[in-house]
């Protein structure tokens, strides 16, 4: 196939052609325009209500834990990552294959859902395995802990030895490192892979400010982490008394190479440290609010400056991997809280979910829109059912009505990597 025609084609959010065309050669877009393509290109057509755009970018996600779906879903956060996911990770390290097929059906799911590009985070390579057999496009990050650990040296020596072992295992793959949270892994530890991450160049990616416990934990050393942490006599390890945000801020761990996961519990005085330090964040706005945590003040982060992107998180935490139900529950939930609309459009919603993520991972330049010379990663939505007419807008289609099952056509790289009635 050369070439991609639809009744409309959203080149980057806010710019439509209706209709329009993509053509590719060699995996690259060679050219965007409206009308229809020339006879001799090779076309898939799609439909009278089909709408091709950038492939989906999610900014935050768990392959491996395809399996964890449903495990908590009644747990509020504590209790869900202490006594629903971490047994249930535990179990599954004794499981052969365990992790192999959860990772393989996150994948097929997010492919699936529109999704081209993912940032996947996990302390084991399966996600990696099973974004290459789908042909899906990502940055790995390989997830450090160090909180059950009781000494910072003797884990960073034996965590070490694995991250250097990464290149080789990973062959070339996209990586990064995910010190995965300020409490789950403690701050000289944190610093420490930061410094690696930055001396080799690479990304970090973690959850930060996801909960209150962890606000209240870091900022006075009370609530159940830390309870949890004295219990273990490990509360000498951390750095109490500032938040979650401005501790990393103190130790130089904020940077425009960090993608901050969450950020919930933020304050207008961590908002200004993201701001002035160029962090992107990942917005999981499903997650934070099926484990009972809040909404993320992504109004005011977005007029401090701050990219913010979208994730979904884990199936574990938030259900899916659907990217449409991000988009939506970002803008309800800023239109609910702010009482306003202005900004917070569908528009919106899709240049993060497209273009923001392609930013935060450091991949502006070669995903995110459609245009020539960029990776030929696009995804086409069938909008044909009796649900999504009338037709005014297509971005409103797109954002408000479509659903994982519109999605007709999958490219990456200028490849399909996904029809619809192939289900894997
Ligand atoms: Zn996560």
């Given at each position: 196939m050369d070439a991609i025609a639809a009744?409309?084609?959203?080149?980057?959010?806010?710019v439509v052609l209706s209709p329009g065309w993509v053509g590719f050669e060699d995996g690259r877009i060679r050219e965007v325009a409206e009308g229809s393509p020339p006879a001799e290109l090779e076309t898939h057509r799609g439909g009278p209500h089909s709408v091709l755009m950038p492939g989906l970018v999610?900014?935050?996600?768990?392959?491996?834990?395809?399996?964890?779906?449903?495990?908590?879903?009644?747990?509020s956060f504590v209790d869900w990552i202490l006594s629903g996911l971490m047994p249930a990770i535990e179990a599954g390290v004794r499981r052969d294959g365990f992790f192999e097929a959860g990772a393989l059906a996150s994948a097929n799911e997010l492919l699936a859902g529109g999704v081209t590009t993912v940032a996947d985070s996990f302390f084991r390579l399966e996600g990696v395995a099973a974004m290459r057999k789908v042909g899906l496009k990502g940055v790995f990050f390989r997830e450090v802990f160090g909180?059950?650990?009781?000494d910072d040296r003797e884990y960073l020596e034996s965590v070490g030895r694995d991250l250097d072992l990464l290149d080789e295992g990973l062959g070339g793959f996209p990586y990064g490192y995910s010190p995965h949270s300020p409490w789950t892994c403690p701050p000289a530890v944190f610093e420490e892979i930061a410094k690696r991450a930055r001396r080799e160049e690479r990304r970090l990616s973690f959850h930060l400010a996801e909960s209150g416990a962890e606000h209240a934990f870091l900022t006075r050393g009370h609530g159940p982490i830390a309870e949890v942490t004295r219990e273990r006599d490990q509360l000498h390890r951390y750095d109490i008394g500032a938040t979650p945000t401005a501790a990393l801020n103190d130790r130089d761990?904020?940077?425009?190479?960090c993608i901050a996961v969450?950020?919930?519990?933020?304050?207008e005085e961590d908002i200004e440290l993201l701001a002035s330090s160029g962090v992107a964040v990942a917005h999981c706005p499903v997650s934070n609010m099926k484990l009972a945590e809040g909404i993320a003040p992504v109004a005011e982060m977005l007029d401090a400056g701050i990219e913010v992107a979208l994730g979904t998180d884990s199936v574990a935490s938030?259900?899916?991997?659907d990217m449409f139900s991000e988009m939506r529950a970002f803008l309800l939930t800023q239109r609910a809280v702010h009482r306003d609309i202005d900004r917070m459009t569908a528009s919106r919603a899709l240049d993060m979910a497209t273009r923001g993520g392609a930013f935060a991972l450091g991949l502006g330049e070669e995903i995110g829109t459609l245009e020539p010379?960029?990776?030929?990663d696009c995804t086409l939505i069938e909008?044909?059912?009796?649900?999504?007419?009338?037709?005014?807008d297509p971005e409103s289609v797109v954002v408000w009505t479509a659903t994982?099952?519109?999605?007709a056509l999958v490219t990456i790289d200028g490849q399909v990597r996904y029809r619809r009635g192939d289900r894997p």
């Open positions: 009744a409309h084609v959203i080149t980057r959010s806010g999610n900014a935050h996600a768990h392959l491996a834990l395809g399996g964890l779906r449903h495990v908590a879903d009644d747990l909180s059950a650990a009781t761990i904020l940077g425009p190479d969450h950020c919930v519990q933020v304050t938030a259900g899916t991997l010379g960029k990776a030929a909008a044909d059912r009796v649900r999504h007419g009338p037709w005014h994982p099952d519109d999605v």
